[in-house]
């Protein structure tokens, strides 16, 4: 009979901690270096930001950034995927809130990050 020792889990308090201000800092700093980037480097940049955003929790400067990205390289990756939790955590705020007209502007940004993601898949792009 085999017996398995259980892999123990990580507590949090372990994990190494960055505070959000350390991350809005780090996003500050890379916007910084936007200057005179183009191509594939500005695109990696603008992702890097938009991921340090999305950790510091600031929901609005994400998009933003994602969305430039997305603008430059239409390519399926870490920026969809994280623009489309961002879109639906918005939409989920918005249906919150009761706001109906957000509801539906975030409805349509998914459906239309989804029909990138179609196009991309199908050669469309």
Do not use: W
């Not at 372990?14 to 201000?21: D, F, I, Q, R």
């Amino acid at each position: 009979m085999f017996f398995f020792k259980k892999k123990e889990k990580k507590k949090e308090s372990e994990a190494p901690s960055v505070n959000k201000e350390e991350l809005i800092a780090q996003a500050e700093g890379r916007i910084k270096e936007l200057e005179g980037k183009e191509g594939n480097d500005r695109v990696s940049l603008l992702n890097e930001i938009g991921s340090l955003f999305t950790q510091a929790e600031e929901t609005d400067q994400a998009i933003r950034y994602y969305e430039e990205s997305l603008e430059i390289c239409k390519q399926h990756g870490k920026a969809s995927t994280d623009l489309m939790k961002l879109y639906n955590k918005k939409r989920q705020q918005a249906a919150e809130a009761k706001d109906d007209e957000k509801v539906k502007e975030y409805m349509d940004k998914v459906q239309s990050l989804m029909q990138m993601s179609k196009d991309m898949i199908r050669g469309n792009v």
